[in-house]
């Protein structure tokens, strides 16, 4: 079954440090998306990706975050100056238009 | 603009049924989901509705009723391992997911 493969499962890094999310969503679906969730909080939107360009994205995703899909199959989010408060579970999704949004299993990010 | 309410918390019994109810307004939809979330790890998909009506699967089921703008999931002969939250989530004209809080499901034996 085609699933959502996100690397690394989980980062350590230092504050103020730039980190990259990894992510390669199913191969025949057209919108991605990353959410994050933080401990014990509701799951949160930052962005969704189509076409090759931004097609939404939330308060919290601001000029620190970006997305990049490099080759065709790979879907990453850079945080550029990592912070305290962007410790969380980094989920991407993928979705085929009409059937949800499926998961990846998450990269549990710690910043130090 | 959208919004999505479903209770913080329930508790029941192993072996009983349970249903979680999604209350939502929004001005576009493309469908309404079920998901399951295990602490610590991804969602996963449970069921999608987007005709009125209930869809069965297994022990789950969920239903939808568009014009009261509500949902329910339906969990039968609960197990433990069903202890878990279960996220409502809208699906928007633009294809975009609108994320209930979440329901923490508590299942005692």
């Known amino acids: 079954e085609p699933e959502v493969t996100q690397t690394p499962s989980h980062q350590v890094t230092q504050m103020g440090q730039e980190v990259i999310l990894r992510c390669v969503p199913i191969s025949n679906h057209l919108y991605f998306y990353w959410y994050r969730q933080i401990l014990g909080q509701k799951v949160e939107f930052l962005v969704s990706?189509?076409?090759?360009?931004?097609?939404?994205k939330s308060e919290i995703f601001d000029d620190q975050f970006s997305v990049e899909r490099p080759d065709g199959s790979n879907f990453t989010l850079k945080i550029r100056s990592t912070k305290l408060e962007d410790s969380a579970m980094y989920f991407c999704?993928?979705?085929?238009?009409?059937?949800?949004?499926?998961f990846g299993q998450g990269t549990r990010l710690t910043v130090v | 603009g959208q919004n999505i309410d479903q209770p913080t918390e329930m508790t029941a019994t192993e072996g009983a049924i349970v249903q979680i109810n999604c209350t939502y307004q929004?001005?576009?939809?493309?469908?309404l989901f079920w998901y399951q979330q295990h602490a610590g790890e991804a969602p996963t998909f449970l069921s999608y509705?987007?005709l009125d009506g209930l869809e069965e699967k297994g022990r789950f089921s969920s239903f939808l009723s568009r014009s009261k703008g509500y949902s329910y999931l339906l969990l039968k002969e609960l197990q433990m391992k069903d202890s878990a939250s279960y996220l409502c989530a809208l699906m928007d004209s633009n294809y975009q997911l609108i994320w209930g809080a979440g329901t923490k499901l508590i299942i005692k034996p």
């Open positions: 990706f189509y076409n090759n360009e931004i097609s939404e």
């Open positions: 929004t001005s576009g939809f493309n469908g």
């Open positions: 509705n987007v």
């Open positions: 999704a993928s979705s085929g238009q009409l059937w949800g949004a499926f």
